[in-house]
């Protein structure tokens, strides 16, 4: 007797047997001679053996065999997703089972942005035909920009922290790619190419404002602006702590829209301690401190003031009456002197918003804006600094066309 370690089938026909643990097997058989009676057996991995009786001039067939009838594959995907585990197993008999582990390709297929997140995909393609390709999906994270930190000048007169937009879009190209191809953000601005952009549709406040370059400022028409560094005028400095202002108007709009000069539920306080904040600080605000702002009578320049309001917890405030007549901030002690440390200029993107400007002389461009204080006699007006640099208290507290000049207060860390 001979051991074989296949199955041989004597016959003029193929035959599909089951003589292996791992796969099925086809083999093609041949007529045989022979000239007596042996006992062949074949024996395979978790097979009994089977006996085959051959007589002379005779072909016969094995018994105890069947055409695997694989089941529905599972796949397996390793923890980091390097590969992925094919597996069927035959229903006819569960101890046959196929497996393949084959390895991953990875692609990206949406780049993560600050603002989005992206996806990525892993691929196992399997040379078994009975398994199919498989994918995996992972979520990328948004990208994580370098907080933008203040940066102070030489003579630490000025310092540069935050963005908002302030220049007009001229380039012919640029705006026609902004047009196309610019993503809006939940945080209020465009972005393209790594670069954040406003689009305003234009309200000037008369007819013959103008942009910088001379050009007369349309109203009903989009405009684009783009996101730059805001630069901060140093007031006051007290344990490496700096009280800033902005060196321009950067933006325009009302005092109180339900026009009351209560500074604590005004409109204008929340807009810089929201909407002007999360936009200005988009990049960084770990250096802006919460500052208790004095809204006491005295800081408004009459005392008693019936509309004097509490004083209230703030990132973003407005500079008080008393605080534009301080001389220990570089301001004019009077009020009601035409004083150059009171001016201010508006941006391209407060005049298109509708600010008030001067259109002639030195004080060409120069803003009105609003302070955080009451006016004494009027719950309808507050106290504000026209384009000459006078101080007065009778306008109306829902006029949309005087500024905003923001104020901040910021630590200053050892390294900068």
């Known amino acids: 007797m001979k051991k074989l370690k296949l199955l041989l089938c004597i016959s003029t026909c193929s035959l599909i047997i089951c003589a292996c643990g791992s796969q099925s097997s086809t083999y093609e058989s041949k007529e045989a001679e022979v000239s007596s009676t042996q006992s062949i057996s074949s024996t395979a991995p978790k097979s009994e053996p089977i006996s085959i009786n051959v007589s002379q001039g005779r072909s016969v067939t094995p018994v105890s065999t069947h055409t695997h009838q694989w089941g529905t594959p599972s796949y397996?995907?390793?923890?980091?997703?390097?590969?992925?585990?094919?597996?069927?197993?035959?229903?006819?008999?569960?101890?046959?089972?196929?497996t393949e582990t084959a390895a991953a390709s990875y692609q990206v297929v949406t780049e993560p942005t600050y603002e989005e997140t992206g996806l990525g995909r892993y691929t196992a393609t399997f040379n078994n035909p009975g398994f199919t390709t498989q994918t995996y999906e992972v979520t990328l994270d948004k990208?994580?920009?370098?907080?933008?930190?203040?940066?102070?000048?030489?003579?630490?007169?000025?310092?540069?922290?935050?963005?908002?937009?302030?220049?007009?879009?001229?380039?012919?190209?640029?705006?026609?790619?902004?047009?196309?191809?610019a993503d809006w953000q939940d945080s209020g601005y465009y972005l393209y190419e790594g670069e954040y952009y406003a689009k305003v549709y234009s309200q000037p406040k008369e007819d013959n404002?103008?942009?910088?370059?001379?050009?007369?400022?349309?109203?009903?028409?989009?405009?684009?602006?783009?996101?730059?560094?805001?630069?901060?005028?140093?007031?006051?400095?007290?344990?490496?702590?700096?009280?800033?202002?902005?060196?321009?108007?950067l933006d325009a709009t009302?005092?109180?829209?339900?026009?009351?000069?209560?500074?604590?539920?005004?409109?204008?306080?929340?807009?810089?301690?929201?909407?002007?904040?999360?936009?200005?600080?988009?990049?960084?605000?770990?250096?802006?401190?919460?500052?208790?702002?004095?809204?006491?009578?005295?800081?408004?320049?009459?005392?008693?003031?019936?509309?004097?309001?509490?004083?209230?917890?703030?990132?973003?405030?407005?500079l008080s009456y008393k605080d534009y007549i301080n001389t220990d901030y570089g301001f004019d002690s009077s009020p009601t002197s035409y004083s150059s440390t009171r001016y201010c200029k508006t941006t391209e993107f407060a005049r298109a918003k509708g600010a008030l400007i001067s259109t002639s002389g030195d004080e060409i461009n120069n803003g009105l804006y609003w302070t955080r204080s009451p006016n004494a006699g009027n719950k309808r007006y507050a106290s504000y600094?026209?384009?000459?640099?006078?101080?007065?208290?009778?306008?109306?507290?829902?006029?949309?066309?005087?500024?905003?000049?923001?104020?901040?207060?910021?630590?200053?860390?050892?390294e900068q």
Request: glycine share 4%; net charge negative.
């Open 209 to 249: 404002y103008k942009f910088d370059d001379g050009t007369v400022i349309k109203t009903n028409v989009y405009y684009w602006f783009k996101y730059e560094p805001i630069t901060w005028r140093v007031l006051n400095t007290f344990n490496n702590e700096y009280l800033l202002l902005s060196n321009v108007l």
């Open 143 to 181: 990208l994580k920009r370098e907080e933008e930190l203040p940066i102070f000048s030489e003579d630490n007169k000025t310092v540069t922290y935050g963005r908002y937009p302030q220049s007009r879009i001229t380039d012919t190209d640029l705006l026609d790619k902004l047009e196309e191809e």
């Open 76 to 98: 397996t995907w390793k923890d980091d997703y390097s590969s992925c585990t094919a597996k069927r197993v035959c229903t006819l008999d569960r101890s046959h089972e196929q």
């Open 254 to 318: 009302k005092y109180d829209s339900t026009n009351n000069n209560n500074y604590e539920d005004s409109s204008i306080r929340d807009y810089i301690n929201s909407t002007f904040f999360d936009r200005a600080f988009a990049f960084g605000s770990s250096n802006v401190l919460t500052t208790t702002v004095d809204n006491s009578a005295p800081t408004t320049g009459s005392d008693p003031n019936e509309f004097e309001c509490d004083d209230t917890e703030d990132k973003v405030f407005l």
């Open 385 to 414: 600094v026209r384009n000459d640099g006078y101080i007065g208290y009778d306008n109306n507290c829902s006029y949309a066309y005087l500024c905003v000049r923001p104020a901040i207060r910021i630590k200053r860390n050892i």
